[in-house]
């Protein structure tokens, strides 16, 4: 068996750690990177320390299964990173790429003591093609390779540039390494960043970390932020989890929202808490002030009620199956949603939520809802929103690739796959495999929810593909 894993980010470490897990044939592995972010992907290369991880050390093993594999690889060093309003260690991204290269590491060490042969390849894979019984890849260095079965591992896309301002003086298309991109931003300059999601929350920290002193303006369409962490309650939903949905869709053939819905609302009548409430509280998330819901979900992070946990958790557990099981009328619905359901599924850390606080409160921060253009002019940016216009000398691209994007340096790949006949798009984006030896890992899945996959999710998928690859 030969295996050739394309990318080589936290989904190809889950894949290489849950390999070396099961038992079974051996062959190669040959793993293709072509950045300098080997076993880190995208987010979690060097970075400035204020760009952290967003989650608890809990749910960011890479581990799917073991939820204690990236705290005990921690250890004592949690001490140093605790946030202290959510009672959890919360450590730089940087740092927990240092966790993915040393899972990766092991694993490879594992496998070698197995049989297998295991290299990386630093190449950018531009086709893969049918090769007689095997599949041929191609690199953009003109390299062939060939292997038995192909793992895409290539992460999502980048941040569309939804105002046409890539090249012009003062844009940052990508913001991504902070540490590289706000180099260029005087400390005094007015900057305006495009979106209202966590990766703008990461350019507002960073920039008050680095002791910004201009206005830092948020433009979005809709000035959702997302919502705040809540301090885990290491609580399992008993009602609102996969089981149950398994046995309804195993029971019925079917499973609608309004069949999550009831088990959401027996979750919470366990708990003695009300359905009714948290639905006026979560659809009230786009019309609310974002500043004065910022303060009231700031006071609320030790709140004990569990419905908003729930909600945020059955998101990455129950979501990525449940949502390929409802009817497209009930997809529809919830993507009505979008916003608000991104906001609940992926919170900021309070750590960050009280730095922008702080900032908006010292009214150096502020959020621009109904953003509709943005227009370079005489060295500076014009912006019309809502309420008018405003100018900017710096504009920072902080806007979520559409779900399942493909990324660009996997375009001509994909294009190949689906020209072979090795998969085939997902009318909803995406790709889905069409041959019993390609898989596909993480974001580029067709078929998927609109919530970016977590490491949970990625871990879970790694597991799966482990266990198929074994068996093939
Ligand atoms: C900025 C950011 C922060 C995030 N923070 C968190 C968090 O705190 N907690 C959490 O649970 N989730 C988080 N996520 C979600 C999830 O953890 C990440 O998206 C995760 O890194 C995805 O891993 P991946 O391996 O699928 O993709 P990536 O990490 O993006 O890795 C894909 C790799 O594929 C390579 N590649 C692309 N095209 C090719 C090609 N043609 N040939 C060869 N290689 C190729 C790329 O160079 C890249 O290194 C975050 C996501 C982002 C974007």
Redesign the pocket.
């Known amino acids: 068996m030969d295996i050739a894993i ?7 470490v889950g894949l290489l750690d849950a390999l070396a897990a099961t038992e079974g044939d051996t062959g190669t592995i040959t793993v ?4 300098s ?1 080997l076993w ?5 290369g060097p970075d400035l320390d204020s760009v952290l ?3 608890p050390p809990a ?2 093993s890479i581990r799917h299964g073991d939820f204690g594999h990236y705290a005990a690889w921690l250890g004592e060093r949690a001490a140093d990173h605790m946030d202290e309003l959510l009672g959890r260690p919360l450590i730089p ?1 940087a740092l927990y790429g240092d966790y993915l290269a040393h899972t990766a590491e092991k694993a490879i060490a594992a496998l070698g003591e197995q049989g297998w042969r295991v290299r990386t390849v630093a ?4 086709e893969v093609v049918r090769s007689g019984e095997r599949l041929g890849l191609r690199a953009h260095d003109a390299s062939e390779h060939e292997a038995t079965h192909v793992a895409l ?4 896309g980048t941040p569309p540039d939804l105002y046409g301002l890539a090249g012009k003086p003062g844009f940052t298309a990508d913001p ?1 390494p902070l540490a590289d991109t706000l180099e260029h931003v005087p400390a005094g300059a007015d900057v305006a960043i495009i979106g209202s999601g ?2 703008a929350v ?1 350019v507002v920290v960073s920039l008050a970390a680095r002791g910004h002193q201009g206005r830092i303006t948020l433009l979005s369409r809709s000035g959702v932020l997302p919502h705040v962490w809540q301090r885990p309650d290491d609580r399992r939903p008993r009602h609102l989890n996969a089981e149950r949905v398994a046995e309804l869709h195993r029971a019925r053939g079917t499973v609608t929202l309004d069949d999550l819905m009831a088990l959401l609302r027996e979750e919470l009548a366990e708990a003695g808490e009300d359905f009714e409430e948290l639905a006026v509280e979560l659809l009230s998330t786009e019309a609310e002030d974002p500043v004065q819901r910022l303060g009231r979900q700031i006071a609320a992070i030790d709140d004990p009620r569990i419905g908003r946990r729930v909600v945020q958790q059955a998101a990455h557990t129950v979501g990525p199956f449940a949502w390929r099981l409802l009817p497209e009328a009930d997809r529809a619905r919830l993507r009505r949603h979008l916003r608000t359901a991104v906001s609940v599924a992926s919170p900021m850390v309070p750590v960050n939520a009280s730095a922008l606080m702080r900032l908006l409160e010292s009214g150096q921060l502020a959020v621009a809802a109904g953003i509709h253009a943005i227009e370079p002019e005489s060295g500076r940016f014009r912006v019309r929103d809502h309420d008018g216009e405003r100018t900017a000398k710096i504009v920072i691209n902080a806007v979520n690739p559409s779900p399942q994007a493909t ?1 660009r ?2 375009r001509h ?1 994909v294009r190949s796959l689906v020209t072979e006949g090795l998969a085939t798009p997902h009318p909803a984006g995406g790709l889905l495999p069409a041959h019993p030896r390609v898989h596909v ?3 580029l899945t067709g078929g998927g929810s609109f919530i ?5 999710g ?1 871990a879970a998928q790694a597991a799966r593909t482990a266990r198929a690859l074994r068996t093939a």
């Open positions: 394309v990318g080589g980010g936290s989904a190809a293709f990177e072509p950045s972010r880190r992907g995208r987010p979690y991880v967003n989650s749910i960011m991204r190449a950018r894979v531009t591992c290539v992460g999502g991504y966590l990766t990461d990324p340096t996997a790949l890992i993480g974001d970016t996959p977590s490491i949970p990625i």
